[in-house]
Each structure stands twice: as C-alpha cells, then as structure tokens.
C-alpha cells in the first residue's frame, strides 16, 4: 500500500506513565458514559455470586453521579436512535400483558417473521389468564395455508431448534423462519432476560398457530423471591418455579395457540443432575394441569442402557456418536438431531391431529 | 478470559502496572507475567480456583506447563547432542510428542469415529480440547525445530516459559516466532517510549470490528442461514455466506489486533496477522494477508521441508496441496475443514499451473497488472475464498449442499433478512480493506499529537460507541475453538 501522506511514518511514543494518565480518564468517562450498561450487568451476576451485591452498588452510585452530571444522556440518545428503550425493572418473575383481544388467532403476522419486532411494557399487570384454551378449533395446515410455528428458548434450543425447523419447514405445511434463541437465559432471572416480555413481542409479531419452546438448561439457580434468594431443591424454590412456568404455559396457550414444552436432556454433573430432575418434574407438574400443552421428556433421551448419563450413544444408523458437548449439557450435531427428530415427531402428531395435508 | 470483559478490564491494568514496574528487573518481570499469563489461561476454564481441587480450572495450564518443560528438555538434549544422528533423534522424538499431546486432544474422536476398522481398538472418552492448545504447541513446535536448524540456541527455562504463555498471544495467536519473541526478552525497553497511539488503534479498531461488527453479522443473518438454509431465500443464502465471510475476519483480525496492541503496551512486538486479505487478487495473494503467522508457519515448517517447489512440477503441486488439507485439518476434526483445505490447496495448484503455462514466474503477477484484470483477480478470488468459507461455517457437509443449494434453487421467495443496513455494512467493511495503511497512520499520528487528556476523551467516546453499539454479552471468539 501505498503511502500518501506526510505524516504517515512518524511516530510519537509516550512514556508508561502517560499511558497510564490515558487509562485513567478512558476509565472514568467510559463508566461514566456507559454507567447504565455497567449497572444492568451487575444485576446480570448470579444471585449466588458474592460481587453482586458490592457490584450493585458500585454501579449504582457510579450511575447517580453519571446522571447528576447528564453523562447519561448521549447512552439514552444513542439507545432511542436505534429504537432501544432503557431497560425496565421486570419483576421477580417477569410479567405476561394483558391478552390481545382484537387480534383473530389466525390473522397473519404483524411483521414479516424475522423482522425486528415492537418493544413491549413489560411493567403491564398480568391479567390472569384462562388455563383452558378458548375452543377454537384448529385449522388444518396446507402447502396454501401453513401453519406458524414458533421455536425459541435457551441456547440448547439452538441445535435442536435448527434441526426441528429444517423439517418442520420440509413438510410445506409449516412456516418457521428463525429460532429464537438466546444463550444463557431462562425463566429464572427476568432481570437478566425478559423471556415474558420476548414471548409476548413475539407472539404479537408472528401470531403463531404452534409454540415450540425449550428452557431450563440455565434455570438451575437462585430465584429472588419477596426480594430475597432461594435456591433450587426449597419448597418456596420449587413453587416459585412452578408458577413462572405455569404462567408462561398460560400465556402461550392464549389464541388457542398449541404449546409444546421441551424438557432439558440428562446433564452429566451430579449437582445438576438433581436440579434439572426437579425442572423437569415441575415441567411434568405443570403440563398435567393444562390441555392443549404437551411435554416433550428428553431425559432418557440421552441415556445410557444403565440409566446414566451418556456422551456416546448408538444413532439410528447403528454407529455409535458422540451426542454431548464437552460441558456434559450441551449437544453435539447428532445429539441435536436426534433431539430436533424427536420432537419433530411430536410436532408431526400435532399436524396429524389438524389432518394437515401437503 | 476474553479480551472485551470486565474481568480483563480489572486484570490489564494490573498487569500493566505490575509490568512496567518490574521491568528494571528482567527475571522478576519474567516471573511476574508467567504468573499473570497462567491466571489469565485458567479463566477459560470451569472449576474451583484451588489447585489441588478437581475440576480443569488447572488441569490445562498443569498441560501447558508440561509442555513447555518437556521442548525445554528436548531442545537442550538436541543442542548438547555430539553428533547429527543423536540430534535428529532428539528432535524426532519433540515432534513427535508434540504432535501426539495434539492429536490426542484434537483428533481423537475424529480418529475413532472416521477410521473405524484402524482405530476402533481405541477406547470411547470424551476428550475435551483445550482452548489454545493448537497454537501452543505451533508454538513449542517452532521453538525445537529452529533449534535443531540452528538458528536458535536455547534460553533459560524462565525465557522459553514467558515465550510460551505469553498471555496477549496465548489462546488465538498470532503464531509468534521464538526468533521473534526471544530476542525481545534480551533488551529491556525504554518505558518513556511506548508506540502507544498504534496500540490504542490496534485495540479500538480489534474491540469495534469483534465486538460491533462481527455480532451484528452472525446475529443478522449469518447463523440463521447456516443453521436452517432451506428456511431462506437465494439471496439471503448469498448475502450469509458474504457476511460470514466478513464476520469471521472481523471476529479473528479483531482479536489478534487487540492481542498485538496489548502486547505493544508492555513493550512487545508481534508481528502483523492480517493485511487486508479482502483486497487480495489471487489465492496466493489472500495468503500472503490472512493469518499470516499461520500461512508463514505452513511454509517454513510444513511447504519447504516437504520439498516446496524445489522437487518438480508434480511433487509442487502435490506439496501445495498437502500443504493446505493439512492446514484446513490444523483449523478442526472435521471433513468440511478438509474441504475447506483442499479448496485453498486446490486452487493454488490449478493458479500456479495457470501462471507456469503463461510464463509467469513471478510471484505476484496480477497486482501490478492492468486495472481491469485486476478487478476480475479480485472478484474471482474474493468468491473462491468465500465458496470454501461456506464449507468451514456450516456445522456439517449436508448444511453446506444446502447453503450451496439455495443459490441455486431459492430465487423469488422473499429475503427479509437483507436489509439495507446489512448492505451498508456489507460495503463498508470490504471499502474499509481499500483504506491505504498510510491514512491510518496518519489519523495515528495526529491522534499521539494530542494532549493525554484528549487521547483519554477520545478512547472513552470510542468505547462509549462500542459498548452501545454491542448486543448483550460477549460472544465466544470463533479461533478459540481452533
């Protein structure tokens, strides 16, 4: 390349202790300046991990001062121009608006799928909802008239999620354009990610016929309940968790939408080995209680013939493969096949059930 | 730990400080950042921070420190060895180690799952890989066979240590050289003259291009195409391999410019990994700008003891070949990385044949030739390296038929996901390749002509833009898997 200007090779070093000047105010004005993001990572920590609370605190009192001197502001500005509210306080549990009332369940998307979608107000009450699903008979789904179907959930969703859609979308009666993922999110901590408010700003979008969703790969950990934590395995625990999931069930099932729950796969450490038991069993709870939601048991999915966990197992061509991801939770390309088959089956029983036609 | 976290925001300026402190005393400093090095190495890993507890937390540094005893072992015993037998022995033997701590980690499961007849004897275990563990032992691997060419003698354990772990190249590079990286421990440099205007750069450019640049891409489209091609249009399906291309330079270049320009402000030199490999008008070209330290390290140590094209016409091509299916096997344990190789390699051979049947011997042939000409290298070259990257991307073969397909087959349905600003950004980022070094140094310059306080008010504006601009969470490095 060639050089064109004069200045080009001449260099200016500066000695370490400018350097260190330099660090300074690029420390202090970019806190400043980003003091919301910093304070909505704090609240991100794991409510187990002991910096949250001095992390909070820190970033708070960081961002009163970024707010006395209007710091702020050029964050709020920057945020608005590219459509982004400033983040809301979502309760404990998150919270599903009101159910849309002059919306026909089968009217088209609002959007085209995969556009970005309206913000929601998240700090809308909830208004109880139905735990039957309105008598709205299923329409069957045609190559002319397929069916919307909404995949989403935490990042294990990812590879099996992808699989589904493939054949979902290879029926012709289906229409799925994305799947809606998001790593290391849950039901657990709406602080963190609003699942409530994403599930409601995507059902009002794409007015899917039929919810696929997966969670509780990162639900495994402290709840704040009343403002106070419990951990997984406690009664209060276990009851908040069950009434998140079954608010969520609810919600989904609104428009007389169809709900298919998936399960979390058999983990290969021994602590979440007995947490994800317990989701899983909340999710089994939960689904007994409502109709028109089915539960999708992955556990025995991945096991090995003496009911432990296991890496490899025998696919269906007969060659042993390696299912799992190096973390014992993840799956591997064929553990995602074989998990996005299973519950294409599911969702196949469903279509079935419509006499969907291709 | 990732370079963009607030972790790495604590540890740096620690270090920094730490550093600079101690460099008046070379085996203290020396200590001091095999000690940062190792901490940096053990965040990538889970587990309790106890190293007599379970858990991998140490169990990959305890390699990483195997591993730099055992070459340091094996490089004095080739030094001290009286005769060349003995020497070539010795530095069979380190290859061949080396070589086997990769293979063991990196392509067991491949082995056994694709060479059933000859490996099935090979028990079934879960081998975890090791974040940089491929770059290390390049690394280890560059150290023994100069020593045993020559042209390294060996350093005190403490040098070959601190080359090793070095924590701004530890995990994605770029491959640094013992010749490069020894000598600089020999001198001790003047603290009141850091190139720290190039640093601050190399380190907003890197943050802005992995952080901002790279996610937008992979979320806007890139992964949903590669996940579910059938799901989307041609031109979606055109425009994701395009944005992967430009999200996987951006991911990779953006880290090793950080890397470089951390390791600027301690007083150490890399050398460049990229030099705008979009820009390039031919396969041989591309390699001279992508990942350079690895292309170099394929050449010295792989190219040119094969025989590089000093054994024939056929044996050449054979080697250039060879050369780049070994290359694409170094990246993972994965037919579609050998494809991906024996695209490169392929279309090396069939450029090199085409240039020898012209007469062209010289090395860069179409860069200085007529505009036009060089217009068609480019956009030719540019949709080589892209066809290959469909193959490196796609998380198995049929994936990659079908992204291929799509192009073929999915014209006229609607393609929402490409927007005008991904075209924008699309654009701006090839444009951007185009941009003459010598602009960049300029805009350096007058940048280290300011006052400190505006350098630090400037930087804190640049983070500010980032920071926004950067979806939630840091995305993994996609190197960190190699």
Partial sequence: ?358 | MLFPTIQFGIFFPIVFIGSWLLRPQPQRWKLFMIAASYVFYAFAFKGSWLPWATGNRWKYPALLLLVTVINQVFVVGIFKARNHVTRKIWATVAVTSDLGVLAYFKYYNFGRDNFGPLLSWLPKRQVILPVAISFFIFQALSYVIDAYRGKVKPTQLIDFATYLCFFPHLVAGPIVRATEFLPQLRVRPDPRFIDASHAFRLIVAGMFKKVVISAYLSHSIADQVFTNPKGHSGLEALFGIYAYALQIYADFSGYTDIAIGIALLLGVRFPRNFDSPYTATSLQDFWRRWHMSLSRWLRDYLYIPLGGSRKGTARTYINLALTMLIGGLWHGAAWRFVIWGGIHGLGLAVERFMNEARGITDDAPIERGFVPKRLVGWIVTFHIVCFAWVFFRAEKLSLAYDVLGRLVSGWGSPSPLVTPLLGAVLAIMIFSQFVPEGFMKMVQFRFSTMPVVFQGLTLAICFFFIDRLAPIGVQPFIYFQF
């Avoid at chain 1, 309760?91 to 556009?115: Q, R």
């Fill in chain 1, 1 to 358: 390349m060639s050089e064109t200007h004069g200045d080009a090779d001449r260099r200016r070093p500066i000695s370490a202790g400018s350097v260190a000047k330099i660090g300074v105010i690029l420390y202090v004005l970019a806190a400043l300046l980003n003091s919301s993001n910093l304070e909505q990572m704090a609240i991100r920590l794991p409510l187990s991990s002991p910096s949250r609370g001095p992390a909070i605190s820190l970033t708070k009192a960081l961002h009163k001062v970024s707010n006395t001197l209007r710091l702020t502001e050029p964050g709020v500005r920057v945020d608005a121009y590219r459509g982004i509210t400033p983040p809301t306080t979502a309760g404990e549990g998150g919270a599903f608006g009101p159910a849309p009332t002059s919306v026909a369940p089968d009217s088209p998307p609002v959007t085209e799928p995969g556009a970005p979608v309206e913000s929601v107000d998240t700090a809308v009450a909830a208004e109880p909802a139905s735990t039957t699903p309105p008598e709205t008979a299923a329409r069957p789904a045609t190559v002319a008239d397929p069916a919307r179907l909404y995949i989403g959930g935490d990042s294990l969703v990812q590879g099996w999620g992808s699989v589904l859609q493939r054949l979902a979308v290879a029926t012709r009666v289906v229409d799925s354009r994305s799947v809606d993922y998001k790593a290391a999110t849950g039901l657990s901590r709406p602080d963190s990610y609003d699942w409530p408010s994403r599930l409601v700003q995507q059902m009002n979008a794409l007015r899917p016929q039929i919810v696929i969703v997966g969670f509780g790969g990162n639900d495994a950990q402290g709840l704040l309940i009343g403002g106070r934590p419990f951990q997984p395995g406690s009664p209060e625990w276990s009851a908040e968790y069950a009434s998140r999931v079954g608010a969520t069930m609810d919600y989904l099932l609104r428009d007389g939408r169809k709900v298919i729950w998936v399960g979390t796969p058999m983990p290969n450490d021994p602590t979440d080995f007995v947490r994800q038991n317990i989701i899983n069993q909340i999710y089994r709870d939960e689904t007994a209680k409502r109709a028109g939601v089915t539960f999708v048991d992955t556990w025995t999915l991945f096991e090995s013939p003496d009911h432990t966990y296991a890496a490899y197992l025998i696919d269906d061509d007969g060659q042993a493969k390696l299912m799992r991801q190096t973390d014992g939770f993840h799956l591997s390309v064929p553990g995602a096949e074989r998990l996005g088959r299973y519950v294409f089956a599911e969702l196949q029983k469903e279509l079935d059930a419509r006499g969907s036609k291709n």
